[in-house]
Antibody, heavy 115, light 106 residues
Framework: EVQLLESGGGLVQPGGSLRLSCAAS????????MCWFRQAPGKGLEWVSAISGSGGSTYYADSVKGRFTISRDNSKNTVYLQMNSLRAEDTALYYC????????WGQGTLVSVSS | DIQMTQSPSSLSASVGDRVTISCRAS??????LSWFQQKPGKAPKSLIYDASSLQTGVPSKFSGSGSGTDFTLTINSLQPEDFATYYC?????????FGGGTKVEI
């Protein structure tokens, strides 16, 4: 059974940093691209970042480029999202998902940016 | 960037109804389109990929069609558990983009 479990969310002040993790199980992790999406309170879905199965290619939404970094450790079946210079508008529920047209989603981890 | 436009943004329907949701891409995306269902307080659930292929375990009451710029999600025989918000997403090119969502209400 495919499982994706996000962690690392929390309350952070503007300008601060957080690192999100997504632990995967139930499939050959290195064979799949992984993505992060987010959903601000009461809003729709937004793509944040993607990484290829090998980790050699990464992609970012313009809204986070230069501030967020996606990475993966295929030995630990985990994908990460390092978020720096956080802004109020980054407040959202962050989901990790398998594949760019996702077939499986995690349950999400909440990031709140506020002073 | 490819813009995705869903219509309607909301609709009211009754149990047993057939519902159709439209999604239009600002440029051709072949069949690189997925549909998702999201219920309040829950993570999205994947329904359809490649415009018309049903994800494993999704009931056949859900169907998708279209290619190029115009796509449709159809839900037959609407049941109480189908009342949710539905999103389309293009995965033809980065940035990946979603439609604004269609809320299906009783």
């Amino acid at each position: 059974e495919v499982q994706l479990l996000e962690s690392g969310g929390g309350l952070v002040q503007p300008g601060g940093s957080l690192r999100l993790s997504c632990a995967a199980s139930g499939f050959t992790f290195s064979s799949y691209a992984m993505c992060w999406f987010r959903q601000a309170p009461g809003k729709g879905l937004e793509w944040v970042s993607a990484i290829s199965g090998s980790g050699g290619s990464t992609y970012y939404a313009d809204s986070v480029k230069g501030r967020f970094t996606i990475s993966r450790d295929n030995s630990k079946n985990t994908v990460y999202l390092q978020m720096n210079s956080l802004r109020a508008e980054d407040t959202a529920l962050y989901y990790c998902a398998r594949q760019v047209g996702p077939d499986f989603w995690g349950q999400g981890t909440l990031v709140s940016v506020s002073s | 960037d490819i813009q995705m436009t869903q219509s309607p943004s909301s609709l009211s329907a009754s149990v047993g109804d057939r519902v159709t949701i439209s999604c239009r891409a600002s440029q051709g995306i072949s069949t690189f389109l997925s549909w998702f269902q999201q219920k309040p307080g829950k993570a999205p659930k994947s329904l359809i990929y490649d415009a018309s292929s049903l994800q494993t375990g999704v009931p056949s009451k859900f169907s998708g069609s279209g290619s190029g710029t115009d796509f449709t999600l159809t839900i037959n025989s609407l049941q109480p558990e189908d009342f949710a918000t539905y999103y389309c997403q293009q995965n033809k090119s980065y940035p990946l983009t979603f439609g604004g969502g269609t809320k299906v209400e009783i």
